[in-house]
């Protein structure tokens, strides 16, 4: 049987409008997103992302694995970064140094050394701010769209029949495949499986992952296979399909949907005119004498 995210029904400002409304205003939010690397400009993103997210209704409780993840990663990768310098490259071209830390080892012949720029200090903070925004509202949608609602929201945004349908097998195949791996875990430790006593390299490890592996693959492939049969029996895929669920939109989710088109636009023309590049405040550059 396929399960679904742990969707509840809230009184949320996400759950107030069309699902289709909603997820045409977040593509719209996460080309504005990935259109700027202003900061000025994506910390008024990452507002709206935080709006959204404490009117959800969603817990800590509920959400709580997935954002402490999401954020370590975000921190991480952004910390790399600086310290490095990749990826800023290609977004600016000078630097003007803050402090310069250098070891008093060397490796190699090399000795490490890290530069502490304005540049730096400034994409660091512009890439968590982008990356946080969009994760943030990328993570409330299997929390806010309701499970019976995938397959029509997607068709309803104009995708045809086959489309939708494989689009909502696929929101509920991690969750189905984590219940399967769990229940799979719990019963292979009734036959005294011990998870925790495994040992050894990498391909060692693998190899005594098995008694997990092998059944939770083949029951997902068994799966699948019902899932086809199935609907080669209602004859899927012949005609046009009905769907049980109908979606109708209201003034509150056109107004949604032209603020994200209105957001869109005016991203476009922004950088048409030359806004939204890469930002460093002047007044910090010439303090640094630059």
């Not at 609602?149 to 097998?169: E, N, Q, W």
């Not at 190899?207 to 209602?234: F, N, Y």
């Not at 109908?246 to 107004?255: A, E, V």
Request: charged share 20%.
């Amino acid at each position: 049987m396929l399960v679904a995210w742990r969707y509840r029904k809230r009184k949320s400002f996400i759950q107030s409008f069309d699902p289709r409304a909603w997820l045409i205003f977040y593509a719209c939010n996460l080309v504005v997103t990935l259109f700027f690397w202003d900061l000025r400009f994506l910390l008024g993103l990452l507002g709206i992302a935080l709006f959204v997210l404490f009117t959800s209704g969603v817990t800590w409780k509920e959400m709580r694995r997935a954002f402490l993840f999401i954020i370590g990663f975000i921190v991480f990768f952004a910390f790399l970064t600086f310290l490095t310098g990749r990826g800023g490259t290609e977004v600016y071209q000078q630097e003007h140094l803050l402090a310069e830390f250098r070891a008093s080892f060397s490796l190699f012949g090399w000795t490490p050394v890290l530069k502490v720029t304005l540049e730096r200090l400034f994409f660091a903070a512009s890439q968590f701010a982008r990356i946080f925004g969009i994760a943030i509202m990328t993570i409330l949608i299997p929390y806010s769209l309701d499970p019976a609602l995938y397959g029509v929201t997607f068709r309803g945004l104009g995708l045809p029949d086959k489309i939708a349908y494989a689009m909502d097998l696929t929101m509920r195949f991690i969750p189905t495949f984590g219940r399967d791996f769990q229940l799979t875990r719990d019963a292979q430790r009734a036959r005294g499986y011990e998870l925790e006593k495994i040992r050894g390299g990498l391909i060692e490890q693998v190899r005594k992952l098995g008694p997990l592996i092998v059944p939770v693959t083949i029951h997902a492939i068994i799966g699948s296979e019902d899932i086809i049969d199935a609907m080669d029996l209602r004859a899927f895929g012949v005609g046009p399909r009905t769907w049980l669920e109908k979606l109708t939109y209201r003034t509150r989710d056109r107004l949604l949907i032209a603020f994200g088109l209105l957001l869109l636009a005016a991203a476009l023309i922004l950088m048409f005119l030359g806004y939204g590049s890469f930002w460093v405040p002047e007044s910090l550059i010439r303090a640094v004498g630059g």
